[in-house]
């Protein structure tokens, strides 16, 4: 069951959607939540249909005493890694935030934080607190958006459909047309003799 990790603290939750995609940005999400918030239909966007991820990320903006949502871009990832990508995201996303809480809760088992915060790592976050699910859904819902604006730009490899992700449809369009702008030079197909690294 999704809980609060402290009622009487202030706390961010952050998480990260695109991570593992061959195409488009990684998105990261913070979000702080008033501590009294709790809706047990919040929880791992990955869990969520479409629809209930829709309904709950309009709730919480609405809702959250403060959020910030960063895009990482194609570019960046390839030069300098998805982990290191992921890390600069998370960071412009705390800068972001207008409100302190007294600690941020992020989804993983490591951050490398640009200056000194009070934060704690946790491993399969986004299916125990209730601040790390609600950044899942935001940035996974905002992510969606993107790709799906994107793939009127490359409509050959329908991105709004797989989001950037490495299904076997994606693969064929990639062995079909080649790589678009916005694919992962950085990446390989997993399992794959077609590598992205051209």
Known sequence: ??????????ICGIDEAGRGALAGPVTI???ILPKSYHNEKIKDSKRLSKKKRLEL???IVNVAIDFSIVNIDVQTIDEINILESTFLG???CINGLKVIPDIYLIDGNKFKSEKKIN???VVGGDNIYQSIAAASILAKVSRDMKMKNLNYFYPKFSFNE?????????IRAINKYGLS????????LKEKQLSLKI
């Open 1 to 10: 069951m999704i809980k609060s990790y402290n009622k009487k603290k202030l």
């Open 29 to 31: 999400s913070a979000v």
């Open 57 to 59: 990320f309009n709730e």
């Open 90 to 92: 998370m960071n412009q």
């Open 119 to 121: 934060y704690k790592c």
């Open 162 to 170: 797989h989001k950037g992700y490495g299904t076997k449809k994606h």
């Open 181 to 188: 702008p916005i694919h992962r030079l950085s990446f390989k």
